[in-house]
């Protein structure tokens, strides 16, 4: 890159961090006033800084815009499929990825189970939102006010014994979610399957969507589908760094994935 680039988009990123006026700008770069007013205006007229009245300069409207446009025109499932391929042909197990959108949790994107007994989940059908692992991490990012809303508007049909039953139930599970960072459906929903979920979250940190893995109990108990969580989560977190621009991430379900992170603990 060069310098004037690098200098150039190196303003913007101070700027973030609020109004600053030509001296600021020039010592956070290391040049002197004159360059930096060159760099200032090329960037005033891209739309990119704007020149306040008190003559500091803070991020145009335009920067914000392109950025508002580019989040708009991502396609999370487009981005997120390489990634589940990958850990699907890791672990043989049906991966889901879901969204949250108006009062249903959607699936959008599914890899089906390399194993003879398959799941009858499909793309663009709603889940069942009070056990579902995906929409437990969905609804557990809501603030707690909408949190409680939504609880107690849902019903609660008790598939199985483990299903939970009242909106106080959910939220107490929903709140041990956000805590966690994580979810599961052990049998909620069909006393045969079972699921482990991860958040996927986007460049303002929220979660834009919910993968899983789940396998009926003939294939893996669920003691053994829970230790694929560490290698669940990390997947998910590679998605998160693509998906929020933020530097990628080796997806370590890639087999040629190496890392020198220690081994993450099973959960309890």
Known sequence: MSQTVDRALSILPLLAEGPADLGKVADRLGVHKSTALRLLRTLHEHGL??????????????LIALAQEAMENL???????????????????????????????????????RYPVRMYSRIGKPVAITVAAVAKLLLA???????????EQLDYPLYTARSTPNAPAFLRELEKVRDQGWATDLGGHEESINCVAAPIRGADGKVA?????????????????????????????????EYSGRTPVTDPAHPNHRSDEPSTKDPE
């Open 49 to 62: 800084v704007y020149r306040q009245s008190d003559q500091r300069y803070r991020l145009g409207a335009r």
């Open 75 to 113: 396609d999370i499932r487009e981005i997120a499929h390489p990634h589940l391929v990958r850990l699907n042909e890791q672990c043989g197990h049906t991966v889901h990825l879901a969204v949250h959108e108006e009062h249903e949790v959607l699936y959008i994107d599914k890899v089906e189970s």
């Open 141 to 151: 990012d809501l603030p707690e006010s909408e949190r409680r809303t939504r609880a």
């Open 209 to 241: 969507a919910a993968m899983s893995v789940s396998a009926p109990n003939v294939v893996v108990t669920a003691d053994e589908l829970l230790t694929l969580l560490p290698l669940v989560r990390r997947t998910a977190d590679a998605i998160s760094g």
